[in-house]
Nanobody, 122 residues
Framework: QVQLVESGGGLVQPGGSLRLSCAAS????????MGWFRQAPGEEREFVAC????????VYADSVKGRFTTSRDNAKNTVYLQMDSLEPRDTAVYYC???????????????WGQGTQVAVST
């Protein structure tokens, strides 16, 4: 089992940047495909990005492509989401998720973090 804890959320002005972190417990972090999702008020949760187990492959939603970058440090059991050129529509609770030995970003994820709030506003 793995526990995920997100951090780094907050309030930022349009055009600003934030970096989210997701720290995982356990010794098998490198066996997990990691995903980022978000849920805005009144909306369904949506996929944002994912990164494969080695960190060599990433996939992004069209809405964030070119603005968000995900990376991971398996030695630190941490995955990151760098968010640049933030827009009000990026306001949401952001969640990281882990898929044990996953190979497809559309897989069902096994574990979820508690989420961190990101608000983009003047």
């Amino acid at each position: 089992q793995v526990q995920l804890v997100e951090s780094g959320g907050g309030l930022v002005q349009p055009g600003g940047s934030l970096r989210l972190s997701c720290a995982a417990s356990g010794r098998t972090f490198s066996r997990y495909l990691m995903g980022w999702f978000r849920q805005a008020p009144g909306e369904e949760r949506e996929f944002v990005a994912c990164i494969n187990r080695s960190g060599g492959g990433t996939v992004y939603a069209d809405s964030v492509k070119g603005r968000f970058t995900t990376s991971r440090d398996n030695a630190k059991n941490t995955v990151y989401l760098q968010m640049d050129s933030l827009e009000p529509r990026d306001t949401a609770v952001y969640y990281c998720a882990a898929d044990y030995e996953g190979s497809d970003c559309t897989d069902v994820y096994d574990y979820w973090g508690q989420g961190t709030q990101v608000a983009v506003s003047t």
